[in-house]
């Protein structure tokens, strides 16, 4: 069973996206919010509406954006950066421990001890269970007890890629599998639904699933490696689409959800809007004095001293080819 394409709402919603007007979202100086926070933050990574970050004193921070809450979870020197967050709790890897810590508290909830601390990813799999990507296999182990609940194959050896990243929607779990693989798994029933093709060149190191399409990314560091194009794959007939970047976007590439239905490419101080269809509708005005650090409901987060700031983001629109 594949994923469903795009609702009739979701593609009135994109149709809309195509009309707007030539500057794009709503934009004013004064509409700024500001969060303050102990430390200055120089990288993070959103889940909803928790934004997790380092600050310059080396620690590790939960801060809700929606209720301008903050708690610290003590030293960032832990694997927190693809860690998953799921009903309030935060799951990471110390050493060779799987830990489920409460955001509330700061407080570790359950922690396994793993007999391969060789992990490509990991997540949540449900409320007891895990999954641990090692490459070859994807593995769901039980949160009491470390069982292994179930292991789906997906390559008679490992790949060399060092970045594995994932998404989940709802109990499908969408990841890289070897030679460029797109792999749907059911993390319910522990079966591999689906495996695309995907032209990524050099491998997928990032992906995004918006309405049925995941984009997908390719390392910018591998030998000969050329960034100028991430693919959109549709989930349902594994058809690839080509969508070309821009010159000053080539480079290690991050995704954000946008309005109507579109997708924000993220690459150091560049930003781009694409539709689900991967046409370059517009790029992102940011301050070259700032320093940006993701994107929340269609505001940019950005970086300042003891703070983060909620900035409304401005657009210049692209041609239409």
Not at 104 to 126: H, M, S, W, Y
Request: charged share 25%; aromatic share 6%; net charge positive.
């Amino acid at each position: 069973m594949r994923l469903a394409k795009y609702s009739i709402i979701t593609l009135g919603l994109i149709l809309l996206g195509a009309t707007a007007s030539p500057r794009g979202l709503a934009c004013g100086d004064d509409d700024v919010r500001t969060i303050k926070i102990p430390g200055t933050p120089y990288y993070g990574r959103l889940h909803g509406d928790l934004f997790l970050c380092v600050c310059d004193k080396d620690r590790l921070l939960a801060v809700d954006l929606k209720r301008e809450k903050v708690t610290e979870l003590g030293s960032a020197r832990k694997r927190w950066y693809d860690g998953d967050v799921r009903d309030g709790r935060l799951l990471m890897i110390e050493q060779d421990k799987i830990r489920e810590v409460a955001l509330d508290a700061g407080k570790t909830l359950r922690e396994i001890t793993l007999a391969d601390p060789q992990v490509r990813a990991f997540g949540f799999a449900g409320k007891d269970r895990v999954f641990v990507h090692r490459g070859n296999a994807v593995e769901i182990l039980d949160l009491d007890s470390a069982k292994v609940v179930h292991r789906i194959e997906l390559a008679k050896e490992g790949w060399t890629h060092a970045a594995t990243p994932w998404q989940r929607i709802g109990h499908r779990l969408i990841t890289p599998g070897p030679a460029t693989t797109l792999c749907i798994i059911d993390l319910d029933a522990g079966t591999l639904v689906e495996r695309f093709s995907v032209d990524a060149r050099n491998g997928i190191t990032n992906l995004y699933v918006e309405g049925g399409v995941a984009f997908c990314s390719g390392s910018p560091f591998a030998w000969g490696a050329r960034t100028d194009h991430i693919t959109s794959v549709d989930l349902e007939t594994g058809k690839n689409r080509i969508v070309d970047v821009q010159a000053q976007t080539r480079g290690a590439i991050r995704f954000a959800r946008g309005p109507f239905g579109n997708v924000y490419l993220m690459s150091q101080k560049r930003i781009d809007r694409v539709n689900v269809e991967g046409e370059l509708l517009a790029s992102v005005n940011v301050d070259p004095n700032q320093q940006p650090l993701g994107i929340w409901r269609q505001k940019l987060l950005v970086a300042g001293k003891n703070e983060i700031r909620l900035v409304d983001i401005t657009e210049t629109r692209v041609a239409r080819r």
